[in-house]
């Protein structure tokens, strides 16, 4: 991020009025930040995306989550990215009045400047000309003080503050994803209470949201000691405490969502499935598995489903079926594949998902007429999400989650080409305190499985780091695991590594990317190998992996040497008949590839 401006305004209560519409509205400005990225000039196409984005951001301020991003502009140059959130107790009403005159505002305090974020009492509104979304971001901070200082005893007062916002900051953290949202008031004496909120935007996660809120309470003692109210304003979070009320409740809490016992997914009438796809037609197929099949559905009120169909006519996928109800049922990401139902009336099984235009990533990144659509930013955005999806498993979700068949097909796309992990069927689940466990039956893809998973059944959350690795070199390469390279079949792992080591990484990289590589692509190919290291204990961690995507100045270690290193043709040919699962499939298909999950 580009140096900020230092122009934070320290003000602890700055009444503004702000006339919106014909009406008067009355919002407390708290602070700003024009960010020193660049100027841009009136009525240039850049000013005309940022007034669409500033538009939009107050058009759709009264969404009930309060929370909305959205873009403007083609071109990299005259692109604008722009968030508002609003306190997670604002009336639809409220936020809106406040976001349109925060923006206005905004746009006055910083004139002419290319990124620049704004505070009032409840909302905030930000704007860039780089990717803001879903990146956990602390600076340009500010923070603010009451006048009042502690009038009884610090050190009391001090014990129920720290440990009134520890309470917060766990359950923002422990509750939806899309709502990382607390309040709570407390008795500090007789006469007096103590009021704390926290907050972070919806579109980072759990995980960095707890980072970004202790963080946020470290500062405290410096910018609020002493002081009987204080906040801490970050773009993806903000802390606040006062001895007086300051947000809307009818209680002393807003509880966290329950803890899941049982699948909280209703099942679905049977004769629903049929008739939203025109009774399992031929002409509504999306894919054909080993377990069943998938159709695309649409339901009486237009929207669009994708049903799997699992076959009456064996046995088999029957344990896979619970398994991914019973954890999908419990699991919310927006890069997780959501269950909206599921019946079992019979012999008839059927799980039914959100249906995703775009099919999954296999179809774009190993076709070469479809690959020209994945540019570098799009490729990108893909593998962070993935990294997003696979944290949330490993460590944010209320279970611990290893997915066990992470692979391109299994990497389902949207509209937007955001990337949703799915097929849960063969995942397992960790207690919190356990690291690694033996599998009894090993089940998988040859090719993305852990070298110690593949041969002694031993998984952990790296054995899923392995096979995210892997699929970093097929999204940067555009080549699958083994592939023929017009002489011989090359393992794309060992063929990284080798050119790696040789200094001719632009020999890994998919020729549509161009040769002129960006220093994002070189990093994510070491972060790739980095992945598929053959120690488990050398593999970095997902949280790791997600810092070092989003974080460019994190030094990256040098990889050792990666598991399933193979030096001929002969040894790829000889290895993967030895994982043959059926002499029907190829050195890629271990598993059956489907368009949704199996």
């Avoid at 960010?35 to 969404?63: D, E, K, M, P």
């Avoid at 990215?81 to 976001?99: E, H, N």
């Avoid at 954890?327 to 997780?336: G, S, T």
């Avoid at 990108?380 to 979700?397: M, N, Q, T, V, W």
Wanted: hydrophobic share 35%.
């Amino acid at each position: 991020m580009g140096r900020f401006c230092n122009i934070l305004f320290f003000l602890c209560a700055v009444t503004i009025h702000l006339s919106i519409g014909t009406a008067q509205v009355r919002f407390t400005f708290k602070k700003h930040a024009c960010v020193a990225s660049g100027n841009y000039s009136a009525n240039s196409t850049y000013s005309t995306s940022l007034n669409i984005v500033l538009s939009s951001l107050s058009a759709n301020a009264s969404r009930p989550d309060r929370f909305y991003n959205t873009t403007a502009g083609l071109s990299p140059d005259d692109k604008v990215y722009g968030i508002f959130l609003c306190r997670g107790d604002t009336k639809p009403q409220l936020c809106q009045d406040c976001v349109k005159a925060a923006s206005e505002d905004l746009v006055n305090r910083c004139p002419n400047q290319k990124e620049a974020i704004i505070w009032f009492d409840v909302c905030m509104v930000r704007y860039a000309n780089r990717a803001i979304f879903s990146y956990m971001e602390q600076r340009p901070r500010g923070s603010a003080q009451s006048p009042t200082a502690i009038r009884s005893d610090s050190g009391e007062f001090n014990r129920i503050l720290g440990d009134l916002m520890d309470r917060l900051v766990t359950r923002a953290v422990s509750g939806s994803p899309q709502d990382m949202f607390a309040i709570e008031e407390v008795k500090v004496t007789d006469f007096r209470n103590l009021y704390g909120l926290v907050q972070c935007t919806p579109d980072i996660s759990q995980h960095f949201c707890n980072v970004c809120l202790r963080n946020a309470l470290g500062d405290i003692p410096t910018c609020c000691g002493w002081r009987e109210g204080g906040r801490v304003l970050a773009p993806s979070c903000t802390i606040r405490y006062e001895s007086g009320p300051f947000f809307e409740t009818n209680g002393t809490t807003v509880p966290s969502s329950p803890p899941a016992t049982s699948s909280s997914q209703p099942p679905t009438n049977p004769t629903i499935a049929p008739v939203a796809t025109n009774n399992f037609s031929n002409g509504n197929t999306l894919g054909r598995g080993g377990f069943g099949d998938v159709y695309k559905g649409v339901l009486s009120n237009g929207q669009e489903i994708a049903v799997k169909r699992l076959s009456k006519k064996t046995d088999q996928g029957e344990p896979e079926f619970k398994n991914e109800v019973l954890l999908l049922a419990k699991l919310q990401h927006r890069n997780l594949i959501r269950l909206l139902g599921f019946c079992l009336d019979g012999e008839e099984r059927l799980l039914i998902y959100e249906f995703l235009p775009n099919s999954s990533l296999d179809h774009f990144i190993f076709d070469p007429a479809n690959r020209v659509c994945l540019d570098w930013e799009r490729r990108h955005r893909i593998i962070k999400g993935i990294a997003r999806g696979l944290l949330y498993l490993h460590e944010d979700s209320r279970l611990r989650i290893v997915h066990c068949d992470l692979k391109a097909s299994n990497i389902l796309l949207d509209e937007d080409m955001n990337p949703k992990i799915s097929d849960f069927g063969m995942a397992r689940l960790f207690s919190m305190d356990e690291t690694h466990a033996n599998a009894s039956r090993i089940a998988g893809t040859y090719g993305y499985m852990a070298p110690e998973y593949a041969h002694q059944g031993h998984f952990s959350t790296k054995s899923d780091v392995y096979s995210f690795g892997v699929l970093i070199l097929e999204i940067v390469s555009g080549q699958k695991i083994c592939f023929d390279n017009g002489e011989e079949l090359e393992h794309l792992v060992t063929y990284a590594w080798r050119h790696w080591n040789e200094g001719r990484v632009v020999d890994i990289v998919d020729p549509i990317l161009g040769t002129n590589l960006r220093n994002e692509i070189i990093r994510c190919l070491h972060i790739g190998l980095l992945c598929v290291q053959e120690s488990v204990a050398n593999r970095p961690t997902m949280a790791l992996i997600v810092s070092m995507l989003n974080s460019y100045y994190l030094p990256l270690p040098s990889p050792s040497r990666p598991g399933f290193l193979m030096q001929s043709s002969t040894q790829i040919a000889g290895h993967s008949s030895q994982m043959r699962i059926s002499t029907h499939f190829t050195v890629n298909e271990v598993s059956i590839t489907d368009l949704y999950p199996r």
